[in-house]
């Protein structure tokens, strides 16, 4: 298949196509419940397309998979009307339940939207707590658990959790200030033999510090 034929999609693209799908079903819709929904629909489009779709950027957070994101897509449909957003008391948690309150045109690949369809239909009557249970026991989210990698991103694609950018650049730079002032060695051809000689030792260096 070629992926180029996926239309690129901003969070806000795929929460709409989340909402009317749901109103369609008569299915509510809370923070949660957007989360898990489209968590699993970018899991999906990966194992179909090998490529997730949503935007989101998922990380294993207090209750599964997460992004901030979803917050801000949220209040930027609602600043334009076309979704409204109340408070919900759901037993000793708060959260937010999201409704589809204008009707706008879909941009999401109709592959996507088809995907949501299904997860809607599978699991549209599941609680929150169940969706929660649900990705706990998808790849990335029981990797990420095996490593005890909260707050990472998860790797969709079946590898282990992504580290931090900034933390693996926090540990490069503090090994480079350990390091004794280097000086100018003039003829370099002899280092680049070293070079060529220690690839294999940088090479597995480089897989331990990352």
């Known amino acids: 298949m070629n992926l180029q034929q996926f ?3 901003y969070p ?4 709409i196509s989340l909402l009317k799908r749901a109103s369609d079903r008569g299915v509510e819709i ?8 489209l968590y699993l629909a970018d899991l999906r489009s990966v194992e179909l397309y090998g490529e997730s779709f949503s935007g989101f950027t998922w990380t294993w957070d207090n209750h599964g998979p997460w992004d901030s994101t979803i917050y801000r897509s949220a209040e930027t449909l609602e600043a334009q009307g076309i979704v409204k957003t109340t408070e919900a008391s759901y037993g000793r948690f708060n959260g937010k339940r999201f409704e ?34 649900l990705t706990y026991n998808t790849p990335p989210m029981l990797e990420a658990q095996r490593c005890g990698a909260r707050g990472v991103k998860l ?6 959790p992504v580290p931090q950018a900034s933390s693996v650049k926090a540990r490069l730079r ?11 060695e003039g003829d370099l051809s002899a280092m680049l033999d070293e070079h060529d000689e220690w ?5 597995r260096a480089n897989g331990e510090i990352l």
């Open 12 to 15: 806000t693209d795929a929460l």
């Open 199 to 203: 690839s294999d030792t940088r090479r």
């Open 155 to 160: 790797d969709l694609h079946g590898g282990g």
């Open 30 to 37: 809370t923070t949660t419940k957007v989360a898990k929904f």
């Open 100 to 133: 589809l309150v204008s009707m706008t045109q879909e941009t999401v690949d109709h592959r996507f939207a088809s995907i949501i369809d299904v997860l809607l239909d599978d699991y549209g009557n599941c609680t929150a707590s169940a969706l929660r249970d």
């Open 7 to 9: 239309f690129l999609s």
């Open 174 to 184: 503090a090994l480079r200030d350990r390091l004794p002032a280097q000086r100018d």
